[in-house]
């Protein structure tokens, strides 16, 4: 219950301890975060495939947008995507064209 209370950044990685917490990350490690390690071929024929880091006790929801100046512009893409030990994947197949294609990651 403490480690849910405690909004301090011990690691200086941008999460507080409690997200952390939440996320299955390490608070006293900047390195160990929440985050998107990349998209790969964004609007290719096959779609874009984006990563993160990620731990194996933890779902996933992913999330897109190609604007971010309107309200509420993300849409849901997937959800109760199971997380593997040091990376998860997933394919977004709905890329059309160019983009701008920006994702955002959450612990479910």
């Not at 096959?46 to 996933?60: D, K, P």
């Amino acid at each position: 219950a403490a480690k849910a209370l405690d909004p301090g950044d011990d690691d200086d990685d941008g999460l507080n301890n409690w997200q952390e917490w939440r996320c299955d990350t390490v608070p006293t490690s900047k390195s160990s975060a929440l985050r998107l390690n990349g998209v790969l071929r964004p609007g290719a024929p096959n779609g874009a495939i984006i990563r993160w880091a990620s731990t194996n006790s933890r779902t996933y929801a992913l999330s897109r947008c190609t604007n971010l100046l309107i309200q509420s512009p993300f849409q849901l893409l997937a959800s109760g995507i199971p997380g593997q030990v040091d990376s998860t994947s997933y394919t977004d197949t709905t890329t059309v064209g160019r983009g701008p294609w920006i994702y955002c990651i959450e612990v479910e």
